[in-house]
C-alpha cells in the first residue's frame, strides 16, 4: 500500500497548469514543468479520502489548521493554483447538507449575521473609513482605498441619475455609506434594509453622525417584506446582496424589487458573478458565506424580461475586484498580530486566504463583479449617452 505522502503527490500531480514544489518529510517533489512558482510545506498529509470529496474543503482547512504552510506570497501561490478550479473533485452527496441549505427566512438570517454580526470592530481594522464592503472602483491605481470606494459610490449614483426630492431604497444597504454620499449629495430620502444588526446599530450612529435623520431610514429587514411596505421608490440599488439570496429565490427577488419600484424607475444590480450557474464553493460556503452561491450574468439577465426591466448598461468590474481584495488584505496583514490576538490563529489563516483566493479567483476570471443598469418599462427621459 502507497505511502499517504505518496497518495498525496499522485493526487497533487493532475494540478500541473503552473510548476509549483512540495516539501515533505524534508523531501521536494516537483510538480508540472519547469521552476517552481510557489512551494507548499506539508506539515500533516491530508487524508485523500478528504481530497476527492472536495479538493477545496480539504486544502482550506488544512491550511487553517497549519498542516499546510504556503512559503512566499500567498496570493501569487492562489494566483498560480485556482485558475485549475474545474480539476477539483467534489461528491455532491456528501456536500449535499453544506451545499444545499434552506433558503428560509429563519435559516438565511443566521447565514448574513454569521458573516456580517463578527463585528464592527473587527472590520473597522481593515477596511477603509467608509466601511464599505464591496469592490471599489480604480479610477487611477494609485487611488487610495477610500477613494475608491467613493469612486464606486458616486459611480453608481451617477447611473442612478438621482434628482433632489426622489425615493431611494438599497437592499442590503451594510453600513450605509451609499445612502449617506446619496442624502448629501443629492437630498434625496432613503431606505436601508439588512439582516446584520451590528450594520443596522453602526448605520443608526452615523445617520445621527451625519444629521440626516430627516432624510435615512435604517431597518432590520428581509427583502421578502419590502411588499408589505405599501410603498414605492423612485430608485432602487442592491449592492452584494444577490450572492446570499440563493438560486431559487431570484425569481422572487426580483418579484419583490418589481412591486416596490415606480414606473420608469431605475434599480442598480451590483452582485459578484458566474460564468456558469454553480452552486458554489464549498471552503467558502462553510467558513466564509454560508449559503452563498454567484449568479450568473445570463440567468439574471434573462429574469429582467419577466419582469419587463430594461437593460440599460452592463459593466464588469471584475479587476477592480481583485484590487479591492488585494488593499484588504494588505489592511488585514498590517494588524494581524491584533487580529490574531482577538479572533485566533485558525481564524485569521482562514480570513487570510479568503481575501487572498478571492482576488486570485477574481484575477484568473473564476468569478466577476457585474453592475446591471436596469429601468422598470421604457424610460426615455435619460440621457441617451452613458452619462457617468
Known amino acids: 500500500m502507497k505511502k499517504k505522502q505518496e497518495l498525496l503527490i499522485d493526487f497533487l500531480k493532475q494540478f500541473d497548469e503552473n510548476p509549483f514544489a512540495i516539501v515533505m518529510d524534508e523531501e521536494k ?37 497549519g498542516d499546510i504552510e504556503i512559503e512566499g506570497d500567498l496570493y ?10 474545474g ?16 433558503n428560509g427566512k429563519k435559516n438565511q438570517k443566521k447565514e448574513v449575521s454569521s458573516h456580517y ?9 481593515w477596511l477603509d473609513e467608509t466601511l464599505s464592503y464591496s469592490c471599489g472602483y480604480f479610477k487611477k491605481k494609485r487611488d487610495t482605498l477610500y477613494e475608491a470606494q467613493m469612486n464606486k459610490i458616486h459611480r453608481i449614483l451617477e447611473k442612478l441619475c438621482l ?32 439582516l446584520s444588526q451590528e450594520q443596522c446599530k453602526k448605520f443608526n450612529e452615523r445617520i445621527k453622525e451625519e444629521g440626516l435623520e430627516d432624510y435615512l431610514t435604517v431597518e432590520i429587514m428581509d427583502y421578502r417584506d419590502l411588499p408589505k411596505l405599501k410603498t414605492t421608490f423612485d430608485r432602487a440599488v442592491s449592492v452584494g446582496m444577490l450572492e446570499h439570496v440563493g438560486r431559487d429565490n431570484y425569481n422572487l427577488f426580483m418579484s419583490c ?12 444590480l451590483h452582485y459578484i458573478s ?26 439574471i439577465i434573462n429574469l429582467c424580461a419577466e419582469y419587463n426591466f430594461y437593460t440599460l448598461d452592463v459593466e464588469s468590474l471584475r479587476r477592480h475586484y481583485k484590487e479591492t481584495l488585494l488593499r484588504w488584505d494588505a489592511n488585514f496583514n498590517e494588524r494581524r498580530k ?26 484568473r476570471g473564476v468569478i466577476d463583479l457585474h453592475q446591471i443598469l436596469l429601468s422598470k418599462g421604457v424610460n426615455n427621459d435619460l440621457p441617451m449617452t452613458r452619462w457617468y
Not at 76 to 85: D, R
Open 29 to 65: 517533489y516537483l510538480i508540472g514543468e519547469g521552476e517552481p512558482t510557489f512551494t507548499v510545506r506539508v506539515n500533516k498529509p491530508i487524508e485523500i479520502k478528504e481530497l476527492m470529496a472536495s479538493t477545496s474543503l480539504a486544502l482550506g482547512e488544512a491550511y487553517m489548521r
Open 76 to 85: 501569487t501561490a492562489l494566483n498560480n493554483f485556482l485558475g485549475q478550479l
Open 87 to 102: 480539476k477539483f473533485p467534489k461528491n455532491t452527496k456528501v456536500l449535499k447538507k453544506l451545499m444545499f441549505t434552506s
Open 117 to 125: 454580526d463578527i463585528g464592527n470592530d473587527f472590520y473597522a481594522l
Open 163 to 194: 434628482k433632489e426630492g426622489m425615493s431611494l431604497l438599497d437592499i442590503g444597504c451594510g453600513w450605509g455609506q451609499l445612502l449617506i454620499e446619496a442624502a448629501k449629495t443629492y437630498k434625496v430620502k432613503g431606505l436601508g434594509i439588512t
Open 257 to 268: 424589487v418589481d412591486k416596490v419600484l415606480k414606473p420608469t424607475g431605475l434599480f442598480l
Open 274 to 299: 458566474g460564468m456558469k450557474e454553480h452552486p458554489g464553493d464549498p471552503w467558502m460556503r462553510k467558513y466564509i458565506f454560508p449559503g452563498g452561491m454567484c449568479p450568473s450574468l445570463r440567468e
Open 338 to 363: 491584533e487580529i490574531e490576538a482577538k479572533m485566533g490563529i485558525e481564524f485569521t489563516r482562514m480570513w487570510d486566504l479568503y481575501l487572498c483566493a478571492c482576488a486570485a479567483t477574481f484575477n
